[in-house]
């Protein structure tokens, strides 16, 4: 206590750094980008298989990106998922999913690009209005792994990284 009478102006500075951090934080409640914008009405939401339309095509991706989806949507929305007929359809397409070379380094490839691209379609039952959305995502891998090591390597991100897309693109005025 006494360093702060025997330097006043540290105890303003402190209070003036907890007020603002104070208003700082209560004011980015508005400003989550966890929030979903999901009109009163709409209660149920069915999540459709996402199938694989890509020239090269990874078994894995399909099942796993629904699954992630589904979960997300169960876990940050108020909505009930169902397999009736739901107020909210959602439905996908994988429709690229293919590696390029993104850096070399001595006439060899230093990094690689894996790009994967979908199109999503929202159906809204009770107003009967049907939305498209467009994700796409690269992710970059060494050029020493090869096609199955970076999709080893990079699966879990790669999931995790299109299933925020999804939802933001679809539950997010951005």
Same mark, same amino acid.
């Given at each position: 206590?006494?360093?702060?009478?025997?330097? !006043?102006?540290?105890?303003?500075?402190?209070?003036?750094?907890? /007020?603002?951090?104070?208003?700082? +934080?209560?004011?980015?409640?508005?400003?989550?980008?966890?929030?979903?914008?999901?009109?009163?009405?709409?209660?149920? /939401?069915?999540?459709?298989?996402?199938?694989?339309?890509?020239?090269?095509?990874? !078994?894995?991706?399909? !099942?796993?990106?629904?699954?992630?989806?589904?979960?997300? +949507?169960?876990?940050?929305?108020?909505?009930?998922?169902?397999?009736?007929?739901?107020?909210?359809?959602?439905?996908?397409? +994988?429709?690229?999913?293919?590696?390029?070379?993104?850096?070399?380094?001595?006439?060899?490839?230093?990094?690689?690009?894996?790009?994967?691209?979908?199109?999503?379609? /929202?159906?809204?039952?009770?107003?009967?209005?049907?939305?498209?959305?467009?994700?796409?995502?690269?992710?970059?891998?060494?050029?020493?792994?090869? /096609?199955?090591?970076?999709?080893?390597?990079?699966?879990?991100?790669? +999931?995790?990284?299109?299933?925020?897309?999804?939802?933001?693109?679809?539950?997010?005025?951005?």
């Amino acid at each position: 206590m006494k360093c702060l009478t025997k330097y !006043p102006p540290l105890l303003f500075i402190a209070i003036v750094v907890a /007020v603002s951090l104070q208003f700082f +934080i209560s004011s980015c409640g508005v400003y989550r980008f966890s929030d979903a914008s999901v009109p009163d009405s709409i209660k149920t /939401v069915k999540v459709n298989f996402i199938e694989n339309r890509a020239s090269y095509i990874n !078994p894995q991706l399909s !099942p796993r990106l629904t699954d992630k989806v589904r979960q997300k +949507i169960v876990a940050q929305t108020r909505l009930t998922q169902t397999n009736n007929n739901a107020d909210w359809e959602i439905s996908g397409v +994988i429709t690229q999913y293919s590696f390029t070379t993104s850096a070399i380094a001595g006439q060899q490839s230093a990094n690689n690009r894996l790009s994967v691209s979908l199109q999503l379609t /929202v159906y809204d039952r009770k107003s009967e209005e049907t939305r498209k959305v467009d994700v796409s995502r690269s992710f970059e891998f060494k050029g020493s792994l090869t /096609v199955q090591a970076a999709e080893a390597s990079l699966g879990d991100e790669l +999931i995790r990284t299109l299933a925020d897309d999804i939802f933001n693109k679809v539950f997010s005025n951005w």
